[in-house]
T-cell receptor
Framework: SAVISQKPSRDICQRGTSLTIQCQVD?????MFWYRQQPGQSLTLIAT?????????ESGFVIDKFPISRPNLTFSTLTVSNMSPEDSSIYLC???????????FGQGTRLTVV | KNEVEQSPQNLTAQEGEFITINCSYS?????LHWLQQHPGGGIVSLFM???GKKKHGRLIATINIQEKHSSLHITASHPRDSAVYIC???????????FGGGTRLMVKP
């Protein structure tokens, strides 16, 4: 399966600032997703990153807080804006070659907001 | 009630033991993933299956579509198997995953 390089792997940020997380895939993929995993919880889908158009956000997540870019089929970014301590989580990107194909994941970004 | 339920939530085993982790789901699915997450946060896909059984090394995954149930078995467990194991199901369209809460496994030497 494809390999996703996600960076940064971890960061400690001041409240009120923004952090951009990048994911680079080593091959073109149809689908890319961004997830949040709060401490002790499972993964929650933030949005589906659409190539060349606006991302599709899940209930409870908005573009102003989590802007996403996907300029091509191998790269996507997620920005966590105006951060507060409640944003402290692991953020993961994921990709899949198509519907019902095996999903693969980035290494995760462990974000701590102080 | 969550759409994907895993049991147990936590599991401690001695090295060499046979381990079973269960996953039940309440929605229609097109496929099911078993994933492994290590403490650093990265996730690795172990299996994707839509019927029957798959085996890779010491890992075996089974699924019963009629009963909406899947199991992950680890034979001859080893401390390096210590991780969180997550069950995730693809919706019928095959374009969205729903995740179980995970099973935290610790294998003691």
């Amino acid at each position: 399966s494809a390999v996703i390089s996600q960076k940064p792997s971890r960061d400690i940020c001041q409240r009120g600032t923004s952090l951009t997380i990048q994911c680079q895939v080593d091959s073109q993929v149809t689908m890319m997703f961004w997830y949040r995993q709060q401490p002790g919880q499972s993964l929650t889908l933030i949005a589906t990153a659409n190539q060349g158009s606006e991302a599709t956000y899940e209930s409870g997540f908005v573009i102003d807080k989590f802007p996403i870019s996907r300029p091509n089929l191998t790269f996507s970014t997620l920005t966590v804006s105006n951060m507060s301590p409640e944003d402290s989580s692991i953020y993961l990107c994921s990709g899949a070659g198509g519907r019902r194909t095996e999903a693969f994941f980035g290494q995760g970004t462990r974000l701590t907001v102080v | 009630k969550n759409e994907v339920e895993q049991s147990p939530q936590n599991l401690t085993a001695q090295e060499g033991e046979f381990i079973t982790i269960n996953c039940s789901y309440s929605v229609g699915i097109s496929a099911l993933h078993w994933l492994q997450q290590h403490p650093g946060g990265g996730i690795v896909s172990l299996f994707m299956l839509s019927s029957g059984k798959k085996k890779h090394g010491r890992l075996i995954a089974t699924i019963n579509i009629q009963e909406k149930h899947s199991s992950l078995h680890i034979t001859a467990s080893h401390p390096r198997d210590s991780a969180v194991y997550i069950c995730a199901v693809y919706n019928n369209a095959g374009n969205m995953l729903t995740f179980g809460g995970g099973t935290r496994l610790m294998v003691k030497p």
